[in-house]
Each structure stands twice: as structure tokens, then as C-alpha cells.
């Protein structure tokens, strides 16, 4: 039987790769991952995790670990925020032109300088062209069943998954967790089979110094270069679209909660304001907008669970029938707007949604919002006159720009 | 309806423990939307701490800060001097203070003041860490008396599964008597 | 086999004689192995064959006597630098002034 316990996000995610038996597990401590690898540490020391924890002398060596555990064919896992994946950058591109499926829990949380330790998604954000899948949960319920989707997603198609979710504000929250049922778990993720299985009976190099074109092998073979390993990871992430949502589709089915796969939407049948963004800032959305319908705004929202790859489609669907879009967002690609709407903006162009955007820059650093803000400044917007079609320099909420 | 909670502590009191194990206990006592938040960020003993609970019939939805509570417990009553308490607890609030003397306290008419002498249950059951009474317990069982959110049955249940037996019947008798200690201040 | 795809999802080769191509043609100056002062040749056992363990080619095969693959030795000239019987002279190649 399934049980509930009340449990951090942290919690939820050691959990969640408990159950997907991770075989190795290599992380350094950082704010406020730490008590995700901690607990990890303590299941494998009291040996209800069989896996080999790994102990590194910073981010880019676990990354590395990670890299080689998961080359020979072992379930690998690690965590970080901030800083600490920064500090991976390297080994975060390595793995995926590797083509390995490795998860990585992002506790999102603001990027230094000057330092934070709260939470925003820059540090996520920052890695978004790095060919991993990413994913970000709403609530502690979403991470423990996205753990255990994304190795399957990730073994699958052969690339490698980063699972986000808000640093404190769900790393450190406790809330309801329904834990999955270890032997369904079981059925529904199978052990792990590699792309490559090294061989010393028929030894070769991974990843040797490729040649801007193509080259025939001594068997003849005409061998990628390395625009085609590229063209090939690109077109694994396109296919993962149809992944992440069937494997999404197969988890309801299996344990009876559906997150939505690419996107999940809240009161969007008859809304024609929608509210966008990805993690925590969209829950909280879902009650601005009820407070919006209570002024009479029909309003709802569109969140966006799977950022790379991009839902170009899905979101189409979801948004065709909006006359206006916030997306709220809690990072920035500085020197333009913010990542979702910059994304969503170019996904909608030219498409049958014609929706005014806008886009609003809000809790970096973990500044505070409250669903009221939200509600009231997306009400003073959609009351302005100079809501066109024309790009707009983002809002900044709660924040003195003067 | 979502009821929200602030309790105020000092670092190692065990504040964010007494928030976890009320979500868990109203868990118990049928609320689907609970939640059990810590002051986020490094904690230090003995400087102001404070952790909170949102619990509604419905999931909870929203993680941002509570401005002002329903309820709002006290287990240090020198945090008057240190922290805005009422100015975060709403006009007709809830407070619950850990005091040997209700009748220092002035306040508005409207809020409902409970009180109970938690240091002199923990020292009486010989709930003490590093020379401190613990006060976590206690301070439960005044809020299943201030409350509707939890009985205490449901704290006791919680009590067990979270205290190890070495202290097990200490807090479940220190529970007990908060709950039968706990007054509530009448006005006027 | 289809030897117009390339089944790996990710860059990888296997070892191979000529794997980076014809590289002998590269060379200027081409060792000469002088057998009489050679130590595994003198000595009629396996010895040594510290060209054999140098060479970064992989070009000099361990045998009595040693040989070398001129395919596809560069003519580096390490081997004839770490022969310790300066058994190893490194020649002039025809064209090469």
C-alpha cells in the first residue's frame, strides 16, 4: 500500500531516487540541496539504499563521477543549486553529448554575486542550452513522482534530466507526500541499459576528438562528425516532447496522479487572461486568478512543467484562446526579458494565438509575493492603455526601481 | 478556509519540530492542505526563530509568507521585547503564550489570549535539553485546547511516532497536562 | 551493416590500424635498426624493447628481430632517442633535403 507522510521537497526527492534504486549517488553539500544528499547519505549508510555514495571535493568531480557510473551502466544521481551547478557548467554538456541519462535534482536558488541563498530559477535557467531535459515541479507530491519519471524519460531516449524545484519554498516546506508503492516503482522503471557497454574484449574510445566532417571508420563505416552527435541530441530532445507526455500518461495510469507531462492548466476553459510560469510562482498563480474571477477577470492558468524542450505545441493549444498572457518569472536573461516569455513569445509568433504578452520579473533572491500582488498587478496591467502587441520591458514586482 | 499559524521561538527550542508535528497531527485529524514551513535560511540558537503552518480542508496552494495569522504561538515570552508578535496575528487572532503570568499582558479586546505555564510542565516531567525545558510538546497541547485544528489524541499519535521512547511518556503526560492547563483569558 | 549510417548516438571510435589515416607518408627521416647492436636481436630473448614501449604510434612491434611498421611511422624519432644500445639511426628520406 501507498502511504502519506508530511515531508520536505528534499525529502520527497532522496525518496523519489531511493525508489528508482539509484545505484550511485556522487553530490556535494550546498544550501539548500543539502538535506536531499544528507538523507541520501543516511539511507545508503543504514542500508535501506543499496548504492555507492560517493564522496567528492566539489560539483564538477560528482558531476564526473556521475559521467563515468552512468557510461558503465549504473543509475546516477546527483543534486545541487546555485553556485554548485555553475560549477558543474562543464560536465552538465558533457553529459548530455554523451547521451547519458543521469538526474540531477536542481534545488533552485539565486546565482552570486551578491550572494543569495534563497531561492530563485537563475541558476537553472543558466543551463538551459546545455541539451539536458528540464523539468520543474509545482509541489513536494511533483518532485517525488518526477524523480522517478525522469530516469525513465532520461533511459529512454538517452539524455539526461534535471528535476527543479524551488529552493525552501519546497526544498524545506513539509507538505503531504503520498509515497509510491516500491514494487510498482519497480514495474514501471526497469533496470538501466546503457547506449554504450564498454568492453575490454572490444575496446574503444568515448568521445575522441571529432573532425568537422564526416569520416569513414577502418571498417568503412561513414562515421558522424560532429555536427551529427549535435543534430542528434537536438532531435532526442524534439522527441522527448512526445516522451516526457507519454511517460507522464503511464505514471497516472500506474499510480493515479497526473502532473500533466509538458504543461498542466488550471480553469482555462473559458479563460481569456492567462497567468504562465514554471514551479512554485504558478501555484501561487492559481490563486491570483481566483481572486481575478472574484473581480469578474476570467482567468487562469497555463504551467509550464517540461522548459527544455520547449512545448511549443502543447502551449499553442493551451493558449489559443487567451486575449492576454502574464508570464511570471524568477529569472532573467539580462539585457533582453525573461526566459519564458522570451521562449514563448517566439512560440507563439506567427501561430493562431495572438494573445497580448507580458511579462513580469518577480521574487529573485526569494523576495517575497503574495497572490494578491500578483493578482492586482496583473489587473492594473490588462487596465492599461498601452497594451499592444508591441514588445514591453518586463514589470518588476515588489522590487524599488527607482 | 485556510487557517494559518506563526509560532515564535529561539533557535533550538524546537519550533520548526512543533510546527511539523502539528501539520502531521491535523494531517491525522483530516485536513488534506497542510503545510509545516521553517524560517528559511541559517538558523542560530538562541536568536529569534520562527516557523509556521498553513491547514485547510483543500490542498494548500501558496507558499508565500503569512502576514498576519489566526493563530500565533508564543514559547518564549521574552520575544515581546525582540519581535513585532502581534503585529502579524489578525485583530481577532488566536495567541497562545508560554507565561506564569496572564495577567501582564494587555490587549486588544478582540483577540483570544490563552496562556499556560509550559516551563514549569517540561521541568515538572524533566523535559530538559543542555539545561533548557522543552517546550514544543507542551505548547501542542495548548493549541488542541485554543484550537480546533488537532485534538489531542492526534497530537499523542504524533507525539509517538516523532519522540523516542526514552522520553515517550514524559512528553505524552507533558502533553496531557498543557491540554487540561491551558486557560483562556477572559477580558474586562 | 548499413556503412552509410552510423548506428552510435554518441562519439566513439575503436582501435584501429589507420584509424587517423596513411601517416607514414608523413615522414622525413625513417629509423634504421642496426640488429647487431640491438639488445633483444644479441641476446636472442625478449629484452628491452624500450622503442617498442616509447613509440606513441604504436608502430614497433615486440619481436626478435624488431620491426616497424613504415605505413605509418611518422618518424618522430623517439625510438632512436630512448635506445639505450644506439641501435636506432634516424635516416634521411629520399626527397626530403
Not at chain 2, 489578525?90 to 495567541?95: H, I
Not at chain 2, 521512547?165 to 483569558?185: K, V, W
Not at chain 3, 628491452?48 to 618518424?75: N, S
Request: charged share 20%; glycine share 8%.
Amino acid at each position: 500500500m501507498s502511504r502519506v507522510e508530511i515531508m520536505t521537497g528534499n525529502q520527497a526527492a532522496a525518496l523519489g531516487a531511493r525508489l528508482a534504486r539509484v545505484q550511485v549517488v556522487a553530490a556535494y553539500p550546498i544550501t539548500p540541496q543539502t538535506s536531499l544528499t544528507e538523507t541520501l547519505a543516511q539511507l545508503i549508510e543504514s542500508g535501506e539504499m543499496q548504492a555507492e555514495y560517493i564522496r567528492v571535493d566539489g560539483e564538477h568531480s560528482a558531476l564526473t563521477v556521475c559521467i563515468a557510473a552512468s557510461t558503465i551502466g549504473a543509475r546516477a544521481f546527483t543534486a545541487t543549486s546555485a553556485n554548485g551547478l555553475l560549477y558543474m557548467h562543464e560536465q552538465i554538456h558533457w553529459a548530455a553529448g554523451s547521451r547519458l541519462p543521469i538526474v540531477m535534482c536542481c534545488v533552485n536558488r539565486g546565482v552570486g554575486a551578491p550572494w543569495t541563498i534563497f531561492n530563485d530559477q537563475q541558476d537553472s535557467i543558466s543551463q538551459r542550452d546545455t541539451g539536458w531535459i528540464q523539468l520543474y515541479c509545482r509541489d513536494n507530491q511533483e518532485i517525488i513522482d518526477t524523480v522517478i519519471q525522469a530516469f525513465r524519460i532520461a533511459e529512454t531516449i538517452y539524455c539526461p534530466v534535471m528535476v527543479c524545484y524551488d529552493g525552501f519554498v519546497l526544498s524545506h516546506t513539509l507538505m503531504p507526500v503520498e509515497i509510491p508503492e516500491e514494487e510498482k516503482v519497480d514495474a514501471f522503471l526497469p533496470p538501466y541499459r546503457p547506449h554504450t557497454i564498454l568492453d575490454d574484449t572490444n575496446p574503444r574510445t568515448i568521445n575522441p576528438v571529432m573532425f568537422a566532417d564526416l569520416r569513414a571508420n577502418a571498417e568503412g563505416i561513414l562515421c558522424d562528425g560532429y555536427m551529427e552527435i549535435r543534430y542528434k541530441l537536438e532531435y532526442a530532445l524534439k522527441g522527448a516532447l512526445k516522451t516526457i507526455q507519454d511517460v507522464s500518461d503511464e505514471y497516472a495510469l500506474v499510480f493515479g496522479r497526473d502532473h500533466g507531462g509538458l504543461i498542466w492548466e488550471y480553469k482555462t476553459s473559458d479563460a481569456e487572461v492567462i497567468l504562465t510560469g514554471m514551479g512554485s510562482i504558478a501555484t501561487e498563480a492559481t490563486i491570483a486568478a481566483d481572486i481575478l474571477r472574484e473581480k469578474g477577470i476570467p482567468a487562469g492558468v497555463v504551467g509550464i512543467r517540461a522548459y527544455r524542450p520547449f512545448p511549443t505545441e502543447a502551449l499553442i493549444r493551451a493558449l489559443k484562446r487567451a486575449r492576454s498572457i502574464h508570464c511570471l518569472e524568477k529569472a532573467v536573461s539580462y539585457g533582453f526579458a525573461g526566459p519564458v516569455y522570451t521562449d514563448l513569445r517566439a512560440a507563439l509568433y506567427g501561430s493562431e494565438c495572438d494573445a497580448q504578452m507580458q511579462d513580469y520579473i518577480t521574487s529573485l533572491g526569494g523576495r517575497d509575493i503574495q497572490p494578491s500582488t500578483i493578482a492586482e498587478v496583473v489587473l492594473n496591467r490588462i487596465k492599461s492603455d498601452a497594451f499592444d502587441g508591441r514588445f514591453r520591458e518586463p514589470i518588476w514586482i515588489n522590487c524599488r526601481t527607482e | 478556509m485556510i487557517c494559518e499559524v506563526i509560532w515564535h521561538g529561539r533557535g533550538g527550542q524546537g519550533v520548526v519540530l512543533a510546527a511539523q508535528m502539528l501539520a502531521e497531527a491535523a494531517y491525522r485529524h483530516g485536513f488534506r492542505g497542510v503545510t509545516a514551513t521553517p524560517t528559511f535560511g541559517p538558523e542560530r540558537r538562541g536568536a529569534p526563530v520562527i516557523a509556521s503552518n498553513r491547514i485547510s480542508p483543500e490542498p494548500i496552494r501558496t507558499f508565500a509568507q503569512i502576514r498576519k495569522a489566526d493563530l500565533v504561538v508564543v514559547l518564549d515570552e521574552s520575544l515581546f521585547h525582540a519581535v513585532d508578535i502581534l503585529g502579524r496575528l489578525k485583530d481577532t487572532g488566536v495567541l497562545i503564550i508560554n507565561t506564569n503570568d496572564a495577567a501582564r499582558y494587555v490587549l486588544p479586546e478582540s483577540i483570544h489570549l490563552f496562556t499556560v505555564d509550559a516551563v514549569g510542565i517540561a521541568q515538572r516531567h524533566h523535559l530538559m535539553r543542555e539545561g533548557a525545558p522543552l517546550v514544543n510538546v507542551p505548547m501542542l497541547g495548548a493549541v488542541a485546547r485554543a484550537s480546533e485544528l488537532v485534538t489531542i489524541e492526534d497530537l499523542a499519535q504524533v507525539v509517538k511516532r516523532k519522540i523516542g521512547d526514552d522520553h515517550l511518556s514524559q512528553n505524552l503526560a507533558a502533553l496531557e497536562e498543557a491540554y487540561s492547563g491551558t486557560t483562556m483569558r477572559k477580558h474586562g | 551493416m548499413d556503412k552509410t549510417k552510423d548506428p552510435n548516438i554518441s562519439a566513439m571510435c575503436t582501435l584501429a590500424v589507420g584509424e587517423a589515416g596513411r601517416t607514414g607518408d608523413w615522414r622525413s627521416f625513417r629509423p634504421v635498426i642496426d640488429h647487431g647492436k640491438c639488445i633483444p636481436s644479441q641476446k636472442g630473448r625478449s629484452a628491452c624493447f624500450l622503442c617498442w614501449l616509447y613509440c606513441p604510434e604504436g608502430v614497433v612491434r615486440a619481436e626478435i628481430p624488431i620491426t616497424i611498421d613504415m605505413e605509418y611511422c611518422k618518424g618522430c624519432g623517439i625510438c632512436a632517442e630512448e635506445c639505450p644500445a644506439k641501435a636506432i639511426t634516424m635516416v634521411k628520406e629520399e626527397g626530403h633535403e
